[in-house]
């Protein structure tokens, strides 16, 4: 088993360090919050104070952080500690692609390989160790990233070269986003024309309209499998992520000349409820400012 380091214990990076540390891993643990170091103590991991501390001999670091500016400057200070070499640096924060390729440059001119390794599957998926990874890097990275990754999740899926990985991921949840509005027009619409929740549910689950937010992440509570919405929309994917990846989505598509209609306007909607106070609420909760 490999010595660790896990850089961020948010809500899914504290998840994901436990998984390493219950797959017999030597997790060194490292976050600002002495609340989520107490939980990483509790699950296996050893806390540590700084990423520095937790990197040293390492042989691989991998680091869950709220943006790029927070992977550039731990990456930094993880070059300027001298790591060894021959650590692995897997990132598995959802940022923009540019800067997920800059740290890959960055970490090949100080002789290290990295990969951009995000996640889908939310907080649950993290907890449970069913995550999906979209790899991007070399054949080599992605070689040595698998094992690891697959500790915490139930899918590891090479996209290609850095970046890669940072572009699946944007573009796998500007569709997310996009089509849990869609889902939840849908149901208000069938509600205003006189069709049951559940009716409409069974029909729409194996006609032409289905989609993973309606089928396993039905945004109706009582309706489908549990999910968010039969908890008061606590918990799952928070509005306000789901914003940021379509922020990216939309800077994304800027930068490459792609025209997104339906990502921008999903973007939109997110912005006015998350602007409305509604930001930590699961994503799927946007159906109560559809209903007005």
Known sequence: MARIA??????????MAANLA??????????LSSEALERARTAGCLPVESAAEAAEDAEAIVTMLPAGRHVEAVYADLFAA??????LLIDCST??????????ETALANGITAVDAPVSGGIGAANAGTLTFMVGGTDAGFA???PILAAMGQAVI???????????KIANNMLLGATMVATC????????????????????SVSSGQSWSMTRYCPVPGVGPDTPADHEYQGGFATALMLKDL??????????????????????LYQRFADDGQGGLDFSAIIKMLRG
């Open 144 to 146: 040595e990233a698998k």
């Open 158 to 168: 090479h996209a290609g070269g850095n970046g890669t990985g940072q572009a699946a």
């Open 185 to 204: 027009e849908a149901f208000l619409l069938a509600e205003k024309l006189g069709l049951d929740a559940q009716t409409f549910y069974d029909i729409s």
């Open 82 to 87: 001298n790591i060894l070499p021959t650590t």
């Open 22 to 31: 219950k797959a017999g891993h030597d997790v060194r643990a490292f976050d």
């Open 6 to 15: 896990f850089i961020g214990l948010g809500n899914m990076g504290g998840g």
């Open 95 to 104: 940022i923009d692609v540019a800067t997920a390729k800059r740290v890959a």
């Open 247 to 268: 922020k990216l989505a939309a800077e994304a598509a800027s930068g490459a000349r792609a025209d997104t209609p339906m990502g921008t306007k999903a973007a939109e």
